[in-house]
């Protein structure tokens, strides 16, 4: 894609104040056509139309929690919702500085406790906000019992065709194993990031500090195991340092496990189910 000129034009169409001098695509957005405008702004087109009302849904959590958390986060301030189409539905916010915290990145910095201190203290936050307070909106209530059978039911019947057969038996151990014991997955529901990996969480490669936290595209009331399972990328040695500043995370391990086993399974059941061909062999690759 090397077209930005109809995507101007939809921003331009509701902010006609808005001179773009210049407009780049970034293309790691899976779920948006990401927008860089000006080299400061940061515009998300939902790609699917399953994405118009979850973004609708985004902007106003990200409006909501603005004043309870410890790091920026994106704050909307040009969006286009109400019966805009797939294309010219959209929400903008300034560009948060930074870089995202990939692991080569992670490795060359020294100073890592400060870095869990810093993740632990925005988790904990994050996990804290009355959002039912703060919005009128009901939000979606994820990572139920009912869900996750769901999830594994269409594992089986979408992946597993593609799988090898060891794999298959580990992953149907590995969901069985918490499905069949409901008790596992009786929780406190909070809000929750619910994409909470290294693309998403930006830092200062300068100083090695975390600058913000992008991509709320799937907050929701949910497991805030589901957020710390995100952070095993860096290894459980590092979550057990977050874990020393947010001391509920030790409750949540058989669940930080759990999800982060589901991780790859679902982004190959995305991309089967959304005709993403590169999502589905990213996903399956180690299975098959």
């Not at 405008?37 to 106003?60: C, H, K, S």
């Not at 994820?142 to 090898?164: A, C, H, N």
Request: hydrophobic share 40%.
């Amino acid at each position: 894609m090397d077209d930005t000129g109809p995507f101007i034009r939809a921003i331009q169409t509701v902010y006609p104040e808005l001179a773009v001098e210049t407009a780049v695509f970034n293309q790691e957005g899976q779920y948006n056509t990401v927008l860089i405008v000006n080299d400061d702004l940061i515009f998300r087109f939902p790609r699917y139309a399953g994405g118009l009302e979850q973004l609708a849904l985004e902007t106003q959590i990200l409006t909501a929690v603005q004043p309870y958390l410890p790091l920026p986060v994106p704050n909307p301030i040009y969006t286009n919702f109400g019966d805009a189409p797939v294309g010219k539905a959209f929400m903008g916010y300034r560009r948060i500085p930074g870089e995202p915290l990939y692991p080569p990145a992670f490795a060359k910095i020294a100073d890592k406790a400060a870095l869990a201190a810093q993740i632990a203290h925005f988790l904990q936050a994050l996990h804290a906000v009355p959002i039912c307070e703060l919005i009128d909106e009901p939000l979606p209530v994820s990572d139920t019992e009912e869900e996750w059978w769901d999830v594994y039911g269409r594992i089986q019947t979408k992946l597993f065709p593609y799988m090898r057969l060891d794999a298959c038996k580990e992953v149907a151990h590995h969901f069985e194993s918490i499905l069949n014991d409901p008790q596992q997955l009786q929780f406190e529901r909070t809000l929750r990031h619910g994409d909470f990996g290294t693309g998403n969480l930006l830092h200062n490669p300068d100083t090695g500090q975390m600058s913000g936290i992008i991509d709320f595209g799937f907050t929701v009331l949910g497991d805030p195991a589901f957020d710390v399972a995100g952070l095993l990328t860096y290894g459980e040695p590092f979550v057990q340092a977050v874990a020393r500043h947010y001391p509920a995370i030790e409750q949540l391990w058989p669940r930080i496990w759990f999800y982060r086993g589901t991780f790859a399974l679902y982004e190959a059941l995305f991309g089967i189910e959304n005709g993403d061909e590169q999502a589905f062999q990213s996903g399956i690759e180690q299975y098959v």
